[in-house]
């Protein structure tokens, strides 16, 4: 079963508007993370934001904001104020506990593309 | 502070060939984790270690291994290459799990 779920393979944005970018995922495991990356055409993936399943507010970090909905399993992520360089993949993923320790699966991404 | 490193950034084998990538985390991180990448698609979990240990894998064949030496660095090797195997193989490393850091990768081409 699909555990992470991004289910805009691409979208386009005007430069300088706010983007919402979708995200769900499955897991029975009461403690987890939730985390987005951004992955450029250079190929690095780049930590972008982490939210824990306990913490009480959404998770901040300068342009971009993380949308928690805990009973809807949802974690979507906000970019606010477009730039050019904010094309690129961007990949929701989530930490479980896992045989031995943890485990961290990734969505299959939304390309995002900023329009000038 | 240096980031994860890959090498080779680009690797061209032939089908049935041997490939080897390398990965070094960043300092005082022990895990390290792999990942595959194909064209356009999502990441793939391949393999986990920590302290010197496999502890886990994703699901693919064994033709995919690997180690981690006692500075942490790791290989992945993978034999008998398949077309399909071409991809971006991406390393990561962790402290404590809270998030990764990861290298630029190594873009492996089967031809």
């Known amino acids: 079963a699909q555990k992470i779920t991004q289910t805009q393979p691409g979208m386009f944005v005007q430069e300088k508007e706010a983007v919402t970018l979708d995200c769900t995922y499955d897991t029975s495991d009461p403690s987890y993370g939730l985390f987005w990356y951004k992955q450029p055409s250079s190929g690095e993936m780049i930590f972008l934001i982490y939210?824990?399943?306990?913490?009480?507010q959404n998770a901040t970090e300068g342009r971009y904001s993380l949308n928690f909905q805990k009973a809807r399993k949802s974690a979507n992520l906000v970019i606010s104020a477009s730039q050019l360089g904010d094309s690129a993949m961007y990949f929701c993923a989530m930490r479980e506990a896992w045989t031995g320790g943890f485990k961290t699966i990734f969505g299959a991404g939304t390309r995002l593309f900023v329009k000038a | 502070e240096a980031g994860v490193t890959q090498s080779p950034t680009h690797l061209i084998k032939t089908r049935g060939q041997q490939a080897t990538l390398r990965c070094s985390p960043i300092?005082?991180?022990?895990?390290v984790y792999w990942y595959q990448q194909a064209l356009g698609l999502g990441l793939q979990f391949l393999l986990w270690y920590d302290e010197g240990e496999e502890r886990n894998r994703g699901n693919f064949p064994p033709r995919f291994s690997g180690r981690q030496f006692p500075n942490y660095s790791s290989e992945l090797n993978v034999n008998a290459l398949e077309l399909e195997d071409s991809a971006l193989y991406l390393c990561?490393?962790?402290?404590?799990?809270?998030?990764?850091?990861f290298g630029s990768g190594t873009r492996l081409t089967v031809v």
């Open positions: 939210q824990g399943s306990y913490d009480q």
């Open positions: 300092s005082g991180h022990t895990s």
């Open positions: 990561a490393s962790s402290l404590e799990e809270i998030s990764y850091t």
